[in-house]
């Protein structure tokens, strides 16, 4: 007796595997899928175990079928049942409730059967419902592999690799098809509409790992069988055909089950604007829990075929059933119903031939899914010429009307609704009794499907899919394989792909990989470039010196091209480094180039700035106590100079700490205390870089070799001094030539024996200044106009400014010309006259000072003598004093001239600026 048995489930859990491998064990046997592209599949299965010559393949669009056929793979609709099978299946037994195929799984449901098996496969909620039919059925239940697991909502491009995301419209299909490409690399389209041929095309383009992500209509719910990970719904709604309805707990459930195959368990959730699934959905789709099925679509199969109008009464027939459901709106039942009102073909057609004709017309398929009216017009224009069982189509007729449909076109729409008008004619062309020469026409319509489906497939991944992107990504996948390549530009191939440059350490991908491949490329090249990255890293660890540069902009370039940049450090003689690229190398190769780097940016700053380096090595500098410490401290924070002018207290330097000082490699002066080594073009950019990366200012570098350069009024004093430059008025004087100017002035003062002095023009050219310029740089060391010619208003005269005087000359004593200023600009009067214990008036600043501004600063004079002290103790007038003294004041001449002049010139010297000049705690 023959057996029935139904096999029920959720999807994973092998039932169409466990079919297949029990008809392959009769001798005979016969299985209905739901889809063609399915049947092509199982078709190729059976072929190898079995031989081409056993196996049959009858869909709607496509029949092999050998004369000693044993196997037929089928589509539900084209199943053969009037044949004799031992073994017979059909599969996804839960579409018998569509409204469109539905009846004809019902059909088979109740009268397909094989002579000694015949098992039914879908899913658990058919159970009840084949109870009800009495089909006497023996169900059992497989359970799923894997388990589902509800994943919540996340943006389309942070979903995980290998994941397929489902849209119910195709304008959503693309927006998110295009979204991927941008920022993926790309995705695989499968669509209902499309024909087997570029489905299956498409699917290969994700199964074989070119591309992650697939964007599918709910077409991918059943049929295929994919290395699905997840499942995100883009939407929940969809519209049948008939109106936009929610996606039932079942619908949904079979779409999210083609997440995970056989063991690995998958995930379901949404995307972009999807809703979220309510909580005991979740649970339902996680559990396969669904509503069971209450009714089946069921069309009457017994009909009348006398005439139309019985032909149409037999089909309204009900079943007598409550669990079949009879569909009013079926398309080709409306197709009929439109045939026997046309006033062509009338209501009045009766025989059987004619009849049957017209009802095979009716059940043409509406591949073009035109609607009612659109396919209903297409079948009446057929009916025309067909009507009659003995007309045929002749061989023009098809060839006008294939001979637009193999025109190329780019775009996909067009292709899509050529495919879908050729899909029409070779389903035509497999009816025996259509067409004149239906073997030609098989051919034909074959090889125009196949053209066009391959340009709709080239169509859709040069659309969806950056082939650079997939490249490198499939790539990745067997870096054993990979084949990358570097020119000697630094030009990046990757498997015949330019992806950008290698620039130092750091890679840079081309515009046009940034504009289409985004991120996918440029991870997929940076992996790819492992091996000549660590090469890179280690040519550079053992590049000689002369191989680095130290570039204005902080960073270490090497071959010309950056790759590394200073950091601040702990102060500015100490940064840090750090690499510029190789994010993804290996640790060890980068700490052993930074090692490198930093033995080499010691080196350099040792053979620039030696004085410095040895300072903060402590290599020299261990003699230097006192002020002098504290000086070479400063120094190291300044740079090159500091400004010793306006220091108060003056520095106290001692003649020993001075040649300690000297062995540093420093200097210390009346005007400054300086760095020479540091005023050297290279030492100065060196400083300057090294500033700039320490404090994140920009630092400039003084003119080349100058010995002094006018000021635009934005270089700060510690730019300056870190240049080996100080202020002048309105230019920066080197600090070693200042000191020298100094000395020459002193010089002259001390030749001209008297407080005014001569400064001659050619001075100037000491600090390399313009002449016009000079009179406010000797402003600069203290001093101020004694005498002016009259005509032209030129000083002829100089003389020194004291900080503050209390006394005037001698009484009866003229002073000495130049000796004092003129009343009322520096000088005070006599206190005798004044009530006793008055205080002198305060004197007035010398406007042609350059501390005239400072005035308000000045400490207050003493208070004057007291009367009662003889008169050889009161102070002798300040300008008679300083004419005394400035043979005796002793003066450090400049550095270039210190070690030739002997200890009595020094010490016949007079002041070179005032305050710490006068002071002989600051002359050595």
Known sequence: MASLKAVLGPTNTGKTHYAIERMMGHSTGMIGLPLRLLAREVYDRVVKAKGEKAVALITGEERIEPPNARYWICTVEAMPVQKRVEFLAVDEIQLAEDEDRGHVFTDRILKARGTSETLLLGAETMRGVLRDLDLDVDATTRERFSELHYAGPAKVTKLPKRSAVVAFSTEQVYAIGELLKRQKGGA???????????????????????????????????????????IAFAARSKFDGRRHRWL??????????????????????????????????????????????????????????????????????????????????????????????????????????LVRRLWDLARLPDFRKAGHEGHGRLVLGLAETLADPDARLGDTAMAMRLENL????????????????????????????????????????????????????????????????????????REDLLVTELSENGEVTVEGHVVGKLVGLHFEPASTART??????????????????????????????????????????????????????????APRLELIGAEDAEAHRKDATLKRLEEWLGAEMLRV???????????????????????AFRLLESGAAIDLREESPPPNITKEQREAMKAAGLRAGRVAA???????????????????????????????????????????????????????G????????????????????????????????????????????????????????????????????????????????????????????????????????????????????????????LASLLPPPPPPPKPKKKKKKKPAAKPAESDAQAAAKPETPAPEAEANQSEDTKKAEPPASPGPSDTPESQA
């Open 406 to 477: 193999e025109a190329s076109v780019p775009d996909i729409a067009s292709l899509q609704h050529r495919l879908a008008m050729i899909r029409t004619w070779t389903y035509a062309a497999h009816r025996d009794d259509w067409l004149e020469n239906p073997g030609y026409w098989r051919e034909k319509t074959r090889e125009i499907e196949d053209r066009l489906s391959d340009a709709l497939h080239g169509a859709l991944t040069l659309r969806f899919v950056d082939r650079r992107t997939t490249a490198l990504l499939a790539g990745l996948k």
């Open 248 to 353: 039932s707990a079942a619908e949904a459930g079979q779409i999210a089950g083609r997440a995970g195959r056989f063991r690995t368990d998958g995930e379901f959730g949404e995307t972009g604007d999807c809703p979220p699934f309510e909580e005991d959905i979740v649970h339902a789709i996680e559990e396969h829990r669904f509503d069971p099925v209450d009714d089946l679509q069921w069309r009457n199969s017994d009909l009348d075929y006398r005439s139309i109008k019985t032909l149409i009464a037999s089909l309204a027939r009900p079943s007598g059933h409550p669990a079949l459901r009879q569909n009013p709106h079926a398309l080709d039942e409306w197709v009929l119903r439109r045939m026997a009102e046309d006033e062509g073909i009338g209501p009045e057609v009766r025989g059987e031939r």
């Open 609 to 631: 700035l030696p004085t410095h380096a040895k300072l903060k090595t402590g290599e020299t500098g261990k003699e230097l106590e006192g002020m002098a410490r504290g000086l």
């Open 730 to 853: 309105r230019r920066a004087v080197r600090a070693d030539l200042a000191e020298r100017l100094g000395w020459e002035i002193s010089k002259r003062r001390r030749e001209a024996g008297t407080p005014a002095f001569e400064l001659p023009a050619e001075l100037a050219s000491v600090v390399s200044c313009p002449g016009d310029e000079f009179p406010a740089i000797v402003k600069g060391f203290g001093l101020a106009p004694a005498e002016k010619d009259p005509e032209t208003g030129t000083v002829t005269k100089w003389r020194y400014l004291s900080r503050h005087r209390t006394e005037g000359p001698p009484r009866g004593k003229k002073p000495a010309a130049g000796g004092r200023p003129p009343k009322g600009q520096g000088g005070n009067k006599s206190h005798k006259g004044r009530p006793k214990g008055a205080r002198p008036a305060p004197r007035q600043p010398d406007p042609d000072s350059p501390f005239a501004a």
């Open 674 to 728: 300086h760095i020479p080594e540091a005023q050297k073009p290279a030492a100065q950019r060196m400083i300057a870089v090294l500033q700039a990366s320490q404090t994140g200012e920009t630092r400039r570098v003084a003119p080349e070799g100058a010995g002094s350069f006018p000021l635009d009024g934005e270089w700060a004093e510690s730019e300056l001094h870190s240049q080996g430059y100080l202020r002048f």
């Open 516 to 573: 289409l491949e985004g991120k996918a490329v440029r991870s997929a090249a940076v992996s790819a470039l492992g091996p000549i990255m660590a090469e890179r890293l280690g040519e550079i660890a053992g590049a000689p010196a002369d191989a680095f540069a130290l570039a204005d902009a902080g960073t270490i370039n090497w071959k010309d091209a950056e790759i590394a940049r200073l950091l601040p450090g702990p102060d500015w003689l």
């Open 188 to 230: 695989a389209i499968v669509m209902g509409a499309l024909s087997p041929r570029t489905r299956n095309a498409q699917v290969e383009l994700y199964q074989s790992g070119e591309v992650d992500y697939l964007v599918a209509t709910d077409a991918i719910g059943m049929g295929l069988n994919l290395d699905v990970d997840r």
